[in-house]
């Protein structure tokens, strides 16, 4: 079993849609939560960044952590094509054996068409 | 405030060639890390450097080597390649190791063949 679990889809939603990403976790070691959005052929841009249970709000982008259940989500509201984009959820520990390491989900392929 | 930067973008070898990929972290960056991302595997932990010291390292065989400059800047070897190389490799740099936000660079794609 993949430490951290993401459905790659694709998704594909018309725009202004409330868009739903999501990824479950196995390890309760890992304290600070991630969301990437990476385009075709660069790097991954980073959008969100927590470290405690509940949700954190950034413009059209809220992201949600439930430590006890594992789960973490990405919401993006009024969705635009120029959201169309892979998501990856990236998760890292605390100590030693997780410096400069984040563990992603598989990523989740959008398509938001107008 | 400029971002993580790596050199080169593109590059094509040919098995059995080594090749060293640079970064540059965001100013003020102490901790670099790198990344191979592929297809099938998705994005997986290579080695992170912090002070000019490998402080953490997840599972490549050694022909992945690296290396962290006084000025923060980093380098990845590969040596011996093989075509499972090619990938897109991905420098990142936070402020500090256990902690905190990390950002990603462009990447360098390397083709193996």
């Known amino acids: 079993q993949k430490e951290v679990e993401q459905d790659p889809g694709p998704l594909s939603v018309p725009e202004g849609a409330i868009v739903s990403l999501n990824c479950t976790y196995s390890?309760?070691?890992?304290?600070?939560f991630m969301w990437y959005r990476q385009y075709s052929r660069k790097g991954p841009e980073l959008l969100m960044y927590t470290y405690s249970s509940g949700n954190k709000e950034d413009g059209r982008f809220t992201a949600q952590v439930d430590k006890s259940s594992k789960y973490i989500s990405l919401f993006i509201r009024d969705s635009q094509p120029s959201d169309s984009a892979t998501y990856l959820c990236a998760i890292r520990g605390a100590g030693g054996t997780s410096y400069g390491k984040l563990t992603f989900g598989q990523g989740t392929i959008l398509t938001v068409h107008p | 405030k400029a971002g993580v930067t790596q050199t080169p973008r593109y590059l094509i070898k040919t098995r059995g060639q080594q090749v060293t990929l640079s970064c540059s972290p965001i100013s003020g960056h102490r901790s670099v890390s790198w990344y191979q991302q592929t297809p099938g595997q998705g994005l997986q932990f290579l080695f992170e450097?912090?002070?000019?010291?490998?402080?953490n390292k997840g599972n490549f065989p050694g022909r992945f080597s690296g290396r962290q400059f006084s000025n923060s800047r980093s380098e990845m070897n590969v040596s011996t390649l093989e075509l499972g190389d090619s990938a897109l490799y991905l420098c990142?740099?936070?402020?500090?190791?256990?902690?905190?936000?990390?950002?990603f660079g462009e990447g360098s794609w390397l083709t193996v063949v």
């Open positions: 450097y912090f002070s000019e010291t490998q402080r």
């Open positions: 390890n309760s070691a890992f304290q600070y």
């Open positions: 990142a740099s936070s402020a500090t190791e256990g902690e905190g936000t990390i950002y």
